[in-house]
């Protein structure tokens, strides 16, 4: 455990770690879907309350990512290192940039496009997140699900793309008429609003939000 990193009391009960809303996409993985204007990024254990969590040695809140109109600002709370540069305030990302959480934690920032201010979080070699993620999205007003090598995540099995975008407060989901779709077995027009526990269906998509 690094040293940065304090163990939860044993006095105190046990509280339910903060768990993002995830988009299970069939064949493909599953993401985590963060939509606020903050994330915050620490050690996974009972009762760290962090958007996003990974199992290694890292500190209970290690950094935070703001998303600042199109783009993303990273602030260091522990040992942060941005494409091998140790930094001590808030630094701007950009598209491929590797970010190092004390020795052994290393994630990789991915804007697939400047068309839309969301991006996307892989991390790097064995380490995983918790729960298991293939990546974690950090929304901007638009993110795009499709064949295409610049959507933010790629669907290779996919002859179309699905796009979720900002209505208000809640997100929709636009997708092609001869996609076929369903939700829980009804046929829907696009656009729809994506909710938690629906599941959408058509020729080749197959997801579902959690």
Not at 23 to 47: K, M
Not at 63 to 83: A, F, Y
């Amino acid at each position: 455990m690094s040293h940065l990193a304090r163990p939860v009391s044993s006095s105190a009960p046990p509280i339910a770690m903060a768990q993002p809303k995830i988009l299970w996409i069939d064949g493909v993985g599953s993401y985590a879907i963060c939509d606020q204007t903050e994330v915050t990024i620490g050690q996974a254990f009972p009762g760290n309350q962090v958007d996003l969590a990974i199992r290694g040695d890292l500190s209970r809140r290690a950094v935070v990512i703001r998303r600042h109109g199109e783009d993303h600002l990273i602030q260091p709370l522990q040992l942060v290192q941005v494409n091998g540069a140790e930094i001590d305030r808030a630094v701007l990302l950009c598209d491929g940039f590797v970010i190092s959480l004390g020795s052994r934690i290393e994630l990789r920032y991915v804007k697939p496009t400047q068309l839309s201010g969301s991006a996307r979080l892989e991390l790097i070699g064995h380490t995983r997140w918790q729960p298991l993620l293939s990546a974690a999205l950090l929304m901007g007003e638009s993110c795009v699900f499709g064949p295409e090598l610049n959507s933010h995540v790629v669907c290779p099995d996919w002859s179309t793309k699905v796009v979720l975008f900002r209505n208000g407060k809640e997100w929709m989901c636009r997708v092609s008429d001869q996609a076929n779709v369903q939700i829980d077995g009804k046929p829907v027009r696009a656009p729809f609003p994506l909710v938690q526990g629906q599941r959408i269906r058509g020729d080749e998509i197959s997801m579902t939000l959690e």
